[in-house]
T-cell receptor
């Protein structure tokens, strides 16, 4: 399984944008980039995913580098409810399992 | 909004006992999953299930574990003879198709004494 590297923790101020980076230098051409988050005492929650092009949805934006070796999850205006552990996951096209790493713990200051 | 539900929320059992964890996936979803998270550790994939068969399983999912879809709505994880190290939060998830986003339930906390 291809590996991802994320910072252990990041801090943000409420109502400011947050850019969460992820490195995946060993990504293969058929690996999808998924982001999930886990709020305290809850199950993981889907955020966004993409393959090559940047993606936007109501929760976030995903910016994928041209060489696909890194990606950035963008929360446009952080709220206190966005405080969670954010996981960047590579899912191979032939498999549906999600392999979670340690993720980035996002702290949002009021 | 449809959601995955799990029962019980907390299960306490004695080592060596059998436990069954229950999940009701979202009704039109076809793919089902179990994950677990030992306290303070990563979320770990256990098994995926489609069309009444196991699609993939991890090394953790040994002969002590089994999954079943006994009727049209429930999806269960059975641990035959629990060990202390099985203590964890167990999450059920489902997806409409395999490549769609997975929706996770709130989890069952299993405590093995």
């Amino acid at each position: 399984d291809a590996k991802t590297t994320q910072p252990n923790s990041m801090e943000s101020n409420e109502e400011e944008p947050v850019h969460l980076p992820c490195n995946h230098s060993t990504i293969s051409g058929t690996d999808y980039i998924h982001w999930y988050r886990q709020l305290p005492s809850q199950g993981p929650e889907y955020v966004i995913h993409g393959l090559t092009s940047n993606v936007n949805n109501r929760m976030a934006s995903l910016a994928i580098a041209e060489d696909r070796k890194s990606s950035t999850l963008i929360l446009h205006r952080a709220t206190l409810r966005d405080a969670a552990v954010y996981y960047c996951i590579l899912r191979h096209d032939s498999s549906y399992k999600l392999i979670f790493g340690s993720g980035t713990r996002l702290l949002v200051r009021p | 909004e449809p959601e995955v539900t799990q029962t019980p929320s907390h299960q306490v059992t004695q080592m060596g006992q059998e436990v069954i964890l229950r999940c009701v996936p979202i009704s039109n979803h076809l793919y089902f999953y179990w994950y677990r998270q030992i306290l303070g550790q990563k979320v770990e994939f256990l098994v995926s299930f489609y069309n009444n068969e196991i699609s993939e399983k991890s090394e953790i999912f040994d002969d002590q574990f089994s999954v079943e879809r006994p009727d049209g709505s429930n999806f269960t994880l059975k641990i035959r003879s629990t060990k202390l190290e099985d203590s964890a939060m167990y999450f059920c998830a489902s997806s409409e198709l395999g490549y769609n986003e997975q929706f996770f339930g709130p989890g069952t906390r299993l405590t093995v004494l």
